[in-house]
């Protein structure tokens, strides 16, 4: 044997020396040897018995667990009866005897999640899927190992004496559950939301929540929002991660010109009860995997936002002048572009007005307009809208007075007079008649001139009928007639006319030269003149003036040997003449001059003079056939 591990006493007793262990020896196999005389050993008989010790197994060995650590993760979500750990410990005892036959429980605190297999350590998933989302992320279970021997042994791997052995179980977190939003989370599930028209950009529609049950939000829980494409989507704005709806747009613009503009094309998206009373917009919540849908609904109330919009075609009428009261200028019409409160009614802004609007909603007159006083008229009417709060709008309706030619041309009260002197052109304009007409259209105010009566001087004046330019086509002769008196009529479009009186005075001219009564003069003197001795005279007449003419010689051969007195048109020698048979013949040329502005000259009269002896002159009448006189009928005396 290696080791002895039993003696024997004298009296047979066998004593067991050291442990014996079932595991490492199983028996022994000794001789017992018996000596009758043991102190000689010469003289002693020895008789060797063999014996054999057979060790019985004992449950002395608890079972010990092949690892300390086993730890798992598995997926949220496993299903029932998948494997999750297999658990193995071994025992020391004689194998395949209740000693060393190991047996696996899981302590009561483990829940009923997991079970394990008694015989084979396999760990597994209870009845029912795992679901961290409702249950543990971790579990610890308690796990023990018990041996079948008698009494039974457990396992102790902590040392602790708690007989099991922890193993964790962790729960990975998977996407298995979709987004759901609450009944409880908005007004919205219990009907259309109200809002009126007039809702502004930023307000607050609703808070929406949905909720995921993963339990990991910020891998698989964590939801986010968003509006799907749709009719209405871009009048909403969502915020992503709180899911709130907040109005994006404005309430339809308006236009303050004779009204409110209400409405908008559908392309432009404001808020506007006429247009669309209701808006509906599909929410989306989702977790990257998963979805749900929500439809809210948003109902819009009606807002007295639109004053009436009067009709262009009541903002201006005609009327008649002259017509008095009770014309019927223009139909009031207006509408509303709210769906309610849209009945519109009409006021006169002003009581002194000079309109009524009657019950048809009709601009009328009550007094009568004068178009040269008043052309245009202007009224003030206020059109109310029936809302219990009332929007209004004033709007100018312009009245034009319409024209009658009711007005005849006018002269100045002073007639015209004026004065042209005699020698004035033909062709020149002498002046200009201007009538007046109150009617202020130029089809009414229009003149046209005329001479009506020129007592008999018709071929002398002539009048341009548009611009009444009286324009001289005969020649002024003051000598014939000094004066004239022309009847002028000024005409509108209908006949109606005005006259006048123009009076043309003649202004005497110098246009007449002196005339001398004989047309040739022959004078006779004799030697014996002596100088200065009036041998005849010359004399003239102008017609325009009796006295004043004055005498002059022309310069010619013989107009130094005489001369003629200035005044009295005397002629005389200016030396002594000596009878000369060869010369005795002389000849002067004599002109008259008047004294007007400018002057004017006779032509030259030609004097005949012929000196005879003194003896042979005679007395006698020359020229022979007579004188002739004129002189004006009312001589000086």
Not at 456 to 471: K, L, Y
């Amino acid at each position: 044997q290696p080791s002895v591990v039993c003696g024997i006493r004298s009296n047979g007793s066998l004593v067991l020396l050291g442990s014996l262990d079932f595991e490492l020896i199983r028996s022994y196999s000794l001789f017992v040897r018996v000596s009758d005389n043991p102190a000689s050993s010469q003289a002693s008989q020895t008789v060797l018995k063999s014996l054999t010790i057979t060790v019985l197994d004992e449950n002395d060995h608890a079972p010990i667990f092949s690892s300390a650590n086993f730890d798992r993760t598995i997926l949220d979500g496993t299903a029932a009866g998948t494997v999750v750990v297999t658990v193995h410990a071994t025992d020391g005892d004689e194998p395949n005897t209740p000693n060393s036959h190991v047996v696996y429980g899981l302590t009561p605190e483990s829940g009923s999640t997991f079970v394990i297999n008694r015989s084979t350590g396999v760990v597994s998933v209870g009845n029912t899927s795992i679901d961290s989302d409702r249950g543990p992320q971790q579990y610890l279970l308690h796990i023990t190992a018990t041996d079948e021997g008698t009494p039974s042994l457990e396992a102790d791997p902590l040392n602790d004496g708690s007989n099991s052995l922890p193993v964790v179980i962790s729960i990975q977190d998977i996407n298995d559950n979709a987004p759901a939003f609450q009944n409880d989370s908005s007004p919205a599930w219990f009907g259309p939301l109200l809002r009126p028209e007039s809702t502004g950009p930023g307000t607050l529609i609703a808070s929406l929540a949905a909720v995921d049950g993963d339990v990991n939000a910020a891998l698989h829980g964590s939801v986010t929002y968003a509006i799907l494409p749709g009719v209405s989507s871009n009048l909403f704005t969502l915020q992503e991660t709180a899911g709130t709806v907040s109005v994006s747009v404005a309430p339809c613009p308006t236009q303050l010109l004779g009204g409110v503009l209400c409405s908008q094309p559908p392309n432009q998206g404001c808020f506007d009860f006429e247009t669309t009373s209701s808006h509906s917009i599909v929410i989306e919540a989702s977790d990257g995997i998963f979805t749900d849908q929500f439809t809210l609904t948003v109902q819009l109330t009606d807002v007295n936002e639109c004053s009436p919009i009067v009709a262009n075609s009541s903002l201006s009428c005609s009327i008649n002048e002259n017509a008095g009261a009770g014309q019927v200028c223009s139909a009031l019409v207006a509408t509303d572009g709210d769906r309610s409160g849209n009945v519109v009614t009409f006021a006169l802004a002003s009581p002194q007005s000079p309109f009524v609007i009657d019950a048809q909603n009709r601009l009328v007159t009550n007094r009568s307009f004068d178009h040269e006083v008043e052309p245009t008229v202007q009224a003030v009417v206020i059109a109310t809208d029936s809302a219990e709060v009332p929007r209004q709008v004033a709007v100018i309706v312009t009245v034009t007075v319409i024209e009658l030619n009711d007005n005849t041309p006018v002269f100045p009260a002073v007639p015209y007079a004026i004065q042209y002197f005699e020698n004035t052109t033909v062709g020149t304009v002498l002046l200009t008649v201007s009538a007046t007409d109150a009617d202020s259209s130029v089809a009414f105010n229009t003149l046209r001139y005329f001479i009506t009566n020129t007592n008999g001087h018709d071929s002398t004046f002539s009048i341009n009928m548009t611009s009444g330019a009286i324009t001289l086509v005969g020649a002024l002769d003051f000598e014939t007639v000094s004066s004239y008196s022309i009847d002028v009529a000024a005409r509108d479009v209908d006949d109606q006319e005005s006259t006048t009186v123009v009076t043309v005075t003649v202004l005497d001219v110098n246009d007449v030269a002196p005339v001398f009564v004989e047309t040739a003069y022959h004078m006779f003197f004799s030697d014996a003149f002596v100088i200065g001795e009036i041998i005849g005279i010359v004399q003239a007449t102008d017609v325009e003036q009796t006295s004043g003419l004055t005498y002059n010689l022309v310069q010619s051969d013989d107009f130094l040997d005489f001369r003629v007195n200035a005044q009295t048109g005397v002629i005389s020698a200016t030396r002594t003449f000596a009878f000369d048979l060869d010369r005795h013949n002389y000849q002067i040329e004599v002109t008259s001059t008047d004294n007007g502005d400018p002057s004017l000259t006779s032509q030259p009269l030609v004097v005949s003079l012929t000196l005879v002896p003194d003896a042979d002159l005679a007395f006698g009448f020359d020229p022979l056939d007579g004188y002739n006189v004129s002189f004006t009928e009312t001589p000086n005396l």
